[in-house]
């Protein structure tokens, strides 16, 4: 097991268009958290799942977002319609018990 | 609402200098705080939580609730530490819920 993975690296897509990503967390962590980061900001929460189950959706994350997470392993966020203002670092992490975020590499996405 | 706040964007020091990154929180309960720190091309990870009274890599951070705050300090400073530092927390003692970040602060230690 590397870590957390999340594919792609970089994505840039056109205004409109819709993007999916995906995570990979580690095996055995049973909770995974989606964030979004944008340039000179700290992470903010989008929403997080235990199992399969999303326990909490951000504010932030619109209509036009959904995650899932169908096994309780690998998850992914959809993102419909995208806006210029969608352009961020998404970020993944996972955890387990008192270890805190084990955080993958991250997700960039550039609309036009 | 939780809340994050660190005032320095940029924090500059002479290697061998001490540090203070500060930190300072908002929350009603007993939170759980984080230091994470992301090195140049590197991904976000984990520095050091409160709960475990740890020093990782000289750095320390000693939880005051009185003035809410949770400053990472480092007395002598290495051209390793270089990095992006965020603050963290969390509202659930187990740290499993949602952690607020703060905005981060640049450390550039100067040879």
């Known amino acids: 097991d590397t870590g957390v993975s999340q594919d792609p690296r970089h994505k840039i897509t056109k205004r409109g268009q819709n993007v999916t990503f995906r995570c990979d967390p580690i095996s055995e962590h049973n909770r995974l958290y989606w964030y979004r980061q944008t340039l000179g900001q700290g992470p903010e929460f989008l929403t997080y799942?235990?199992?399969?189950?999303?326990?909490?959706k951000s504010r932030l994350l619109s209509d036009r977002f959904s995650a899932e997470r169908p096994k309780g392993s690998f998850s992914t966020l959809e993102i419909q319609r995208t806006e210029q203002g969608d352009s961020a670092m998404y970020l993944c992490?996972?955890?387990?018990?008192?270890?805190?975020?084990?955080f993958g590499s991250g997700t960039r996405l550039t609309v036009v | 609402a939780q809340r994050v706040t660190q005032p320095e964007k940029l924090l500059s020091v002479f290697k061998g200098a001490p540090v203070e990154l500060k930190c300072n929180y908002s929350?009603?309960?007993?939170?759980?705080l984080f230091w994470y720190v992301q090195y140049s091309r590197q991904r976000l990870q984990l520095l050091l939580r409160?709960?475990s009274r740890e020093s990782i890599k000289g750095f320390t951070a000693d939880l005051n609730k009185g003035e809410t705050s949770f400053h990472l300090k480092k007395p002598f400073a290495q051209e390793e530490d270089s990095a992006m530092y965020y603050c963290a927390l969390s509202g659930d003692p187990g740290g499993y819920q949602k952690v607020t970040f703060g905005t981060g602060t640049k450390l550039q230690v100067i040879p």
């Open positions: 409160h709960i």
């Open positions: 799942f235990q199992n399969e189950a999303q326990l909490e």
């Open positions: 929350y009603s309960g007993s939170p759980e």
């Open positions: 992490a996972s955890s387990l018990g008192l270890s805190g975020y084990t």
